[in-house]
C-alpha cells in the first residue's frame, strides 16, 4: 500500500523504530513543552456556557494541553455522542465503557453554544459508539445541519472509522461537511498498540470513500508522534494518506494522559516537526500543521481559511455574543 518516498533532500535524523530518549524514566517533559496559562476572560465564558447547554469537549475528555489557550479565545472542539467510548484506545484520556443513551436534543444544544461563541469555524468530533446501529452516523448528520441553521461558520466533522462501512460515512456525507477529518493517529506497526479495535487500512479506506464520493469536501487526517514510529514509517505513512486523496494533515507531539496510558518513546525536537512538515507539503498536502502542541482540531479554522474554504451556501450570518 505504501508509496514511494524520494527521501533525497530529507534533513531529518533517520530515528529507528522503537528507539527511546529518557522520557519515559524521568518523566520530565522538554523545555519546548511547557507553556504558560495564557491571560484573558474568555476560559470562564467558554467553560460556563459548556456547562450550561450540558455539552461534552474533547478539549476535557481528552485531557488536551491547549485547552486553556483555546477556551480563553472561545472557541472549543465539541464531543456528541456522549463520553464514553466503546473502544479501549492506549493513547486516550476518554473513558470507555458502556455509553449512555444518545440524547436527541445534543445537535440543537450544540448549535447554540456555536452561535453564542460567535464561532467561524466548528469542529464536531465523537466518541466512537459501536453499540449504535449506525455507529452515530445520523446523529453527525443531524448536528451538522442544526450547527449550519444557527451560524455562518465552516464545519468540520473528526470522526470514528465507522467500521469502513460506505451507507454510515455516506450518512455523514449527506449534510455536506466542509472538512471531513479521520485519524489515522499512527503508522501501521503500531496500530494494534495505540487503537488495539481500529485497523490502518480501515481508516484509509475510510478518508478514499470520503473524496470519491464527494470530492468537493477536503479529507484531512492526523499523526501523534513520539509513540515508537520511525522516520521511514512516518513517511510511508504520510504517502498512504496521500494515495487516499487526503487534503489536510496535522502531526503533533504524543503526551502520555496518565501512567495507565501508553508511555512517551521519545520526544521530538521543534525542528524535527518543521522538517516533517516541509516534506508533507512535498508529498502534496495542501496544509499542513506541524509541531509538538499541534493537535487534530488546532487552530483547524486557520487551515480551513488558508485554503479558502467558504461555508455552504445555505448559511445564515451569526451575531456574535
Not at 27 to 54: C, N, Q, S
Request: aromatic residues 6%; neutral net charge; hydrophobic residues 40%.
Amino acid at each position: 500500500m505504501s508509496q514511494a518516498v524520494d527521501k533525497g533532500s530529507l534533513l531529518l535524523p533517520i530515528v529507528p523504530a522503537g528507539e527511546s530518549q529518557e522520557a519515559p524514566r524521568t518523566r520530565r517533559l522538554p523545555e519546548w513543552l511547557k507553556r504558560p496559562i495564557p491571560a484573558g476572560g474568555g476560559m470562564g465564558f467558554t467553560r460556563d456556557l459548556v456547562a450550561e447547554l450540558k455539552l461534552e469537549t474533547v478539549c476535557e475528555s481528552a485531557r488536551c494541553p491547549n485547552r486553556s489557550e483555546c477556551w480563553t479565545a472561545r472557541t472549543a472542539t465539541f464531543m456528541i455522542l456522549g463520553e464514553v467510548c466503546t473502544r479501549p484506545c492506549g493513547f486516550c484520556a476518554v473513558p470507555r465503557g458502556k455509553p449512555e443513551a444518545v440524547a436527541e436534543d445534543e445537535p440543537d444544544r450544540l448549535a447554540e453554544a456555536c452561535a453564542r461563541l460567535g464561532l467561524k469555524h466548528v469542529v464536531i468530533t465523537s466518541v466512537t459508539r459501536d453499540d449504535l446501529p449506525d455507529g452515530g452516523a445520523d446523529h453527525f448528520r443531524r448536528s451538522v445541519l442544526a450547527v449550519r441553521a444557527r451560524t455562518g461558520a465552516t464545519i468540520e466533522v473528526l470522526t470514528p472509522d465507522f467500521d469502513g462501512i460506505p451507507a454510515r460515512i455516506d450518512r455523514v456525507l449527506e449534510s455536506r461537511p466542509d472538512v471531513f477529518n479521520h485519524n489515522l493517529e499512527t503508522v501501521a506497526r503500531l496500530q494494534q498498540a495505540v487503537r488495539r479495535k481500529s485497523q490502518y487500512a480501515t481508516s484509509l479506506s475510510v478518508l478514499a470513500h470520503v473524496k470519491k464520493a464527494a470530492p468537493e469536501i477536503k479529507t484531512k487526517s492526523g499523526l501523534m508522534l513520539g509513540l515508537g514510529e520511525s522516520t521511514e514509517e512516518v513517511l510511508e505513512t504520510l504517502a498512504d494518506l496521500r494515495f487516499a486523496g487526503c487534503d489536510f494533515l496535522t502531526l503533533g507531539q504524543y503526551l502520555q494522559p496518565s501512567t495507565r496510558h501508553l508511555p512517551v518513546v521519545r520526544y521530538l525536537h521543534p525542528s524535527e516537526f518543521d522538517e516533517l512538515g516541509r516534506m508533507a507539503r512535498a508529498l502534496g498536502f495542501q496544509e499542513v500543521a506541524s509541531g509538538p502542541f499541534v493537535r487534530s482540531s488546532y487552530h483547524a479554522g486557520e487551515m480551513a481559511r488558508s485554503a479558502d474554504i467558504e461555508p455552504a451556501s445555505n448559511t445564515v450570518t451569526a451575531d456574535r455574543g
